[in-house]
Nanobody
Framework: VQLVESGGGLVQAGGSLRLSCAAS????????IGWYRQAPGKQRELVAA???????NYADSVKGRFTISRANTANTVYLEMNSLKPEDTAVYYC??????????????WGQGTQVTVSS
């Protein structure tokens, strides 16, 4: 599975961005796609995730501001980010958990996209 993120950039506080994660390869084996972020000097953290059954979960820090969704093709996942804050500044990574081999979960990562929110 290959993952390519896009949509990052520089935005002022209060603004919006939409990130995209395009998956290719063995996409039928994907169980869940998540967005993670890592700020300088901090650990990578889960921001939001969506399962193959369209169940979603969010970090408390982004609830009500971010929305994860899936395109009709199911091979592209979006992260709509509204009311952005400077503390949202980070590199955002797309992650896919797959079961290409039954019973074995394999995790794939994209290359990351920078989101910078200025105050």
């Amino acid at each position: 599975v290959q993952l390519v993120e896009s949509g990052g950039g520089l935005v002022q506080a209060g603004g919006s961005l939409r990130l995209s994660c395009a998956a290719s390869g063995s996409t039928r084996s994907i169980n869940r796609i998540g967005w993670y972020r890592q700020a300088p000097g901090k650990q990578r953290e889960l921001v939001a995730a969506i399962t193959s059954g369209d169940r979603t979960n969010y970090a408390d820090s982004v609830k009500g501001r971010f929305t994860i969704s899936r395109a009709n093709t199911a091979n592209t996942v979006y992260l709509e980010m509204n009311s952005l804050k400077p503390e949202d500044t980070a590199v955002y990574y797309c992650n896919a958990d797959t079961t290409e081999v039954p019973g074995i979960v394999t995790s794939y990562w994209g290359q990351g996209t920078q989101v910078t929110v200025s105050s």
